[in-house]
C-alpha cells in the first residue's frame, strides 16, 4: 500500500509561483507513475501532469508551458512547480500514484488559491 501526503499549496497572487510536493510512502515507488489531477468549484476532476516511471512526462494544454512535473525517486517525492499562475489555476490539488494492474493510491489533497 501507498500513502500520499501532498504539501505546498497555499493563497498567492496571479503571476506567483508554488511548487507543491507529494511524499509517498513505500519501497517501490520508483515502480509507479506518478500524476497531479486538481478539481476547481463546479467543475470534474482534471489531470494537470504526469510523471512515467521511466521519465515521460504529458501536461494538460492549459499548464502547458507554466507547470513542470518532476520526481525525486530517492526522496519518494514528485513535485509540481507552477508558475505563471492564474486565478483559472484555483483548485484542490491531488497527487496519485498508478502502476499497471494495481491499485491507483490519491493523496488527500492540498488547496492553491490564486486570486487576480
Known amino acids: 500500500q501507498v500513502q500520499l501526503v501532498e504539501s505546498g499549496g497555499g493563497l498567492v497572487q496571479a503571476g506567483d509561483s508554488l511548487r507543491l510536493s507529494c511524499a509517498a510512502s513505500?519501497?517501490?515507488?520508483?515502480?509507479?507513475?506518478m500524476s497531479w489531477y486538481r478539481r476547481a468549484p463546479g467543475k470534474e476532476r482534471e489531470l494537470v501532469a504526469t510523471h512515467t516511471s521511466t521519465g515521460g512526462t504529458a501536461y494538460a494544454d492549459s499548464v502547458k508551458g507554466r507547470f513542470t512535473i518532476s520526481r525525486d525517486n530517492d526522496k519518494n517525492t514528485v513535485y509540481l512547480q507552477m508558475n505563471s499562475l492564474k486565478p483559472e489555476d484555483t483548485a484542490v490539488y491531488f497527487c496519485r500514484a498508478a502502476r499497471i494492474s494495481r491499485t491507483a493510491y490519491w493523496g488527500q489533497g492540498t488547496q492553491v488559491t490564486v486570486s487576480s
Open positions: 513505500g519501497r517501490t515507488f520508483s515502480l509507479y507513475a
